[in-house]
């Protein structure tokens, strides 16, 4: 089974390439490397990033972290989906 894992912050109005830039360069904390990772960036300074991962819904999937208190205006927000079949 597919697992995506989202992972998306808002920068501080005109930090929106500083977070791009960190975002960029962190590794999921933990073990083992995604199937895929796409990082996208957004108007309001917010960036996304996407990893796949084979694995079930439940599982302990390593995460993306925080970014500096100074860098973003909030918590990042995190959602989990899987994979469904196209019919």
Known sequence: MTVALMWEARAVEGRGADL??????????????????????????????????????????????EPAADLVTRRVHRWRFESVEER
């Open 20 to 65: 791009l830039a960190w975002a960029r360069e962190q590794r999921p904390a933990g073990d083992g490397e995604p199937l895929r990772r796409e990082t996208f960036r957004a108007p309001q300074d917010r960036v996304l990033v996407i990893t796949w991962w084979d694995a079930a819904p439940d599982a302990d999937l390593p995460e993306l972290p």
